[in-house]
């Protein structure tokens, strides 16, 4: 997790031979310089794949896409909506050299790695979120999501390490300073997940299946870590499993550790 939150989200998911980044919402150079934090050469990377259009997940990206002329991977509605937002004065869009589309549902291979998109409820064009398979691993990643739907569960079974979004405390969001209207729309249905929610998903509808439970895209005006972790922790304990899952924070401002398996 090379970044996670409202400021910016980029990710590092790599095979012994094959290297995705996740989101582009930092700037390349901040990007290189978490990746070589990490020992990771940014030239090594494969692919650049897109979760959606909001720009804490996109706004390095057509400076990284120029630097490393890379495949990068989005769905043809983000891929509209992304170029929209990014014309010029003149009402030029940006291209992208290696523009490669994909539909959420449909998996594809990036090297040794078996991608696989699937649809997550958001105020974006087309979002989704991903799992990856490779030399008998899976992870997954569900960030930007108002709520956990049943199909979403079903795509995260089998995950050994689970990137979730855990984004706010609902006390503290309610009581905090964002406008009301923010404060709905984070709410929503298409909005960002609680806590709460998050704890709710892991008392009943996980399979307790991850060496590595990751909480990620927390707020940092309406979350604490030291929150998210303990409401995490509980539920993951309700139900004898904590010793399993290890709970990580990835953070806004820097990479956390690399996950081995
Ligand atoms: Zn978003
Ligand atoms: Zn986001």
Redesign the pocket.
Known sequence: MLASGSRGNCALVASATTRILVDAGISCREIFKRLKSLAEDPHAISAILIT?E?S??VSGLATLAKKLRIPIFMTGATHQAWSRAMRDENGERPQLEKLERFESGHSFQVGDIAVKPFTIP???AD?VGFTFRAEGIKVGIAT?LGYLPASVCDHLRGCDVLVMESNHDVEMLRGGPYPWSVKQRVMSRVGHLSNQSLADFFANGYDNSAAFVVLAHLSELNNHPEIARREAEKALGLRGSLFRNRVLLAAQTEALAPIRL
Request: charged fraction near 35%.
């Open positions: 959606h909001h804490d997940h958001h105020d974006a979002p930007d």
